[in-house]
């Protein structure tokens, strides 16, 4: 029986294949191979060193696209109209280039549907060389609900459907296009529950890590994190801190520069001198001022598959974010049962309910009340306990890979009737 060939089309800097990955790249990975059981799968992604223009991968057929007429035409642009429109993420053109091949390979294997990521300017290119496709757009942001309404509204006319990682995301993007022709939907983030596999063992030993997975950037709050472990010390000596994860703050114009949420917008003190160690450097003063240099580990970034590690001998996971659409880390956590604690933001409160019997959700920026929930946690072995086994239920009844492909066959086949 011929498979139908689809396309997954990666952002132009998302990272895919193994070992450095970041959470996009994960999921493009991932569905991949899930994908290629029934459908013929093509991954676009930028090229990788070392890569021929195209492989095969766990039944996948990977093709590995250039970025450098991007670079040149940004360079071309620079030097005639004097500005750098196009490295703007939001231009109707960003990485035309990149968006143009990626057309042209849809074409050649007569892709049926493209699976594409936060861009809402990228299927109205890709149907103008193949006018019959039908265009997914995967929102693992909030753009759709920031960016200007009359610049969505006529990109979403070239868009079939548009898949929210939460339900959060999902509502917020459907609520401002009410009269929108777009289907919208949500389907959850996937995870591999064999990789991050239950230990019933985490929650029982009488550790003393507080742990943080993921970048180290202003609106994912470290600096809340780091007071409240300041304050948590103070009762609990013992206690230490490590943050896994990559000391490059995401920049101020994809997200502190369109947010309305007056928390988030007041993170611009943390891009004042235009370098990208600004935030990392700002949470060293605040170790130092603290007096926490022997009690804090800053990783950096490391293999995924290592992320299990760093796990299995923490006593709680906390993502004290102030912007999440969803939350790689949290979930990961919850698998293996190692407890969490969460901001009461965004899609947050989806992964562990608002009844907080899988875990604490907490004000963003209160490090009081997550300094609080922190201790409270190192003192309660049976709590710790309770939250691991119901979070990680949930995460096999809602985030597992099988769930999450399931439900995105399921939504392809409905897309091609």
């Given amino acids: 029986m011929t498979k139908t060939p689809i ?31 029934d459908f013929e799968v093509h991954v676009i992604i930028p090229y990788v060193n070392g ?17 450098k007429p991007d670079n040149y035409l940004q360079r071309l642009y620079r030097k005639l109209f004097g500005n ?55 929102m693992r942001c909030e753009w759709l609900s920031q960016l200007p309404h009359k610049q969505l509204a006529k990109q979403l ?22 009269d929108s022709d777009t289907a919208f939907d949500t389907i959850h983030i996937g995870f591999d529950t064999e990789r991050f596999a239950y230990n019933h063992e985490i929650a029982k030993n009488d550790k003393n890590t507080v ?40 920049r101020s114009s994809l997200l502190v520069d369109l947010a309305d949420d007056p928390r ?6 943390f891009y004042q001198t235009g370098s990208s160690s600004e935030y990392i450097d700002h949470l060293k003063g605040l170790i130092t001022q603290h007096q926490l240099e022997d009690s804090v580990e800053l990783t950096g970034t490391v293999p995924y598959d290592e992320v299990v590690a760093y796990q299995s001998r923490s006593l709680v996971l906390v993502n004290p974010s102030l912007s999440e659409a969803f939350g790689r880390g949290p979930v990961e956590a919850m698998c293996v049962g190692l407890p969490v604690i969460l901001t009461r933001i965004g899609g947050h409160p989806e992964l562990i309910g608002e009844n907080q019997d899988l875990g604490f959700l907490v004000e963003p920026e209160q490090a009081n009340e997550m300094a609080e929930a922190i201790l409270t946690l190192s003192q309660n072995k049976e709590l710790r306990i309770k939250f691991a086994k119901g979070s990680r239920q949930r995460a096999e009844q809602l985030f597992s890979w099988n769930n999450i492909s399931k439900n995105l066959k399921a939504h392809y086949q409905s897309m091609l009737a």
Avoid: M, W
């Fill in 84 to 138: 750098n429109a196009l490295e703007d993420f939001s231009h109707n053109y960003y990485h035309l280039a990149y968006v143009i091949q990626a057309a042209f390979i849809i074409r050649k294997y007569h892709c049926k549907i493209v699976h594409t990521y936060n861009f809402s300017q990228f299927p109205r290119i890709l149907k103008l060389i193949n006018p019959n496709l039908k265009a997914l757009v995967n």
């Fill in 51 to 67: 890569r021929d223009k195209i492989e095969q991968i766990n039944g996948g057929h990977f093709h590995y696209l250039s970025l």
């Fill in 157 to 178: 006319e070239s868009i079939d459907s548009i898949v929210g990682c939460s339900e959060y995301i999902t509502e917020k993007a459907a609520s401002r296009f009410p």
């Fill in 264 to 269: 988030v917008t007041a993170l611009k003190r």
């Fill in 7 to 37: 396309a997954v089309l990666a952002q132009p800097f998302d990272g895919v294949l193994p070992p450095y990955q970041n959470s996009v790249g994960i999921y493009s990975y991932e569905i991949a191979q899930r994908l290629a059981e």
């Fill in 211 to 250: 742990l943080f997975v993921g970048r180290i950037s202003p609106e994912k709050g470290v600096h809340t994190l780091i007071e409240a472990f300041a304050i948590a010390k103070r009762s609990n000596p013992a206690l230490k801190l490590c943050l896994v994860g990559s000391h490059g703050q995401l």
